[in-house]
């Protein structure tokens, strides 16, 4: 699919999602990299545990500079909120709940593997929310039916100065 000009990521994606025929779909950045096993772990737990809405794994980083790969499990500073060790394979809607009752619950997007209905049934990403659209969704997803974890990196964020959240958090226009 192909826009006649830039309309931008979120409308592009708001544009796209109608499109999707398949019962499962990954949305990441196109710079990002995805492990050559991620999509064969991520289905292989979702058809364990039929009832989850998504799989999200372990969230890691890396810069085109160095190629340094950051796992932020292993970050002391923030190894409480992204180790996903203490989670069950499968969280139940309310060990969902529970967990961000105490922590933060981190599905990172360019990690999820998520079902097309289970997103849909939560009116899919928010154009309006920009960057934050895909979290939001996720979230929404893993509250109403579960979600999947797998504890090791199975995708990396590629971490720009110019990225789009990046910018997008940059702009005082847009954070007040």
Known sequence: IRNKHNIGLQR?????????????????ASDDYLMPEFLEKSMAILKKYTDAGLCFSELSTFTNDRNIIQRF???????????LSDLPEYCTPQAVQKRMAKSYFPPSSNTVVVKVKCLKDVGNFIPELEWHSDWLAYHMVALRNGACVIDQTLALLRVRDNSYSSLGMKDRNKVK
């Not at 708001?14 to 499962?24: F, M, N, S």
């Not at 499990?73 to 180790?83: G, L």
């Open 12 to 28: 592009s994606i708001e544009r796209t999602l109608p499109l999707v025929k398949t019962d499962y779909m990954a949305w990441a």
């Open 73 to 83: 499990s292993q970050n002391v500073d923030i190894e409480h909120i992204y180790n």
